[in-house]
């Protein structure tokens, strides 16, 4: 991975997907990692933390990651447990996985095959 940018904006991450990926993590990790969520509460309340990334490959090419709560529709405490998800656009699950090992997160995913 060649680069990687925090999304501030909504409409970047529109037409997102999951891609399989979970990662067991906690709330107060992802923002000592990643710090404030990019979004929070989104309008269906399907999800209440998002963080998303601007991926850049050695390819130059674009990519979005995101990593979210899903469907909890409650308050999460900063230090529980949770599976978070993994989703995105136009990235591979080798350059996921090469973020999330970037970012200390790599021991602690599942893949969904």
Request: charged fraction near 35%; proline fraction near 0%.
């Amino acid at each position: 991975m060649k680069h990687t940018k925090k999304i501030l904006k909504i409409d970047d991450i529109f037409g997102t997907g999951f891609v399989g990926v979970y990662i067991q993590t906690t709330l107060r990790k992802l923002r000592d990692e990643f710090g404030c969520e990019s979004f929070v509460n989104s309008i269906n309340e399907k999800i209440t933390h998002e963080w998303g990334f601007k991926i850049i490959n050695e390819d130059d090419e674009d990519g979005i990651l995101t990593i979210y709560d899903w469907k909890e529709y409650r308050e999460i405490q900063l230090d529980e447990e949770l599976e978070y998800h993994i989703g995105g656009k136009n990235i591979s699950k080798e350059d996921i996985l090469e973020f999330l090992n970037d970012n200390k997160l790599g021991g602690d995913y599942t893949l969904q095959e």
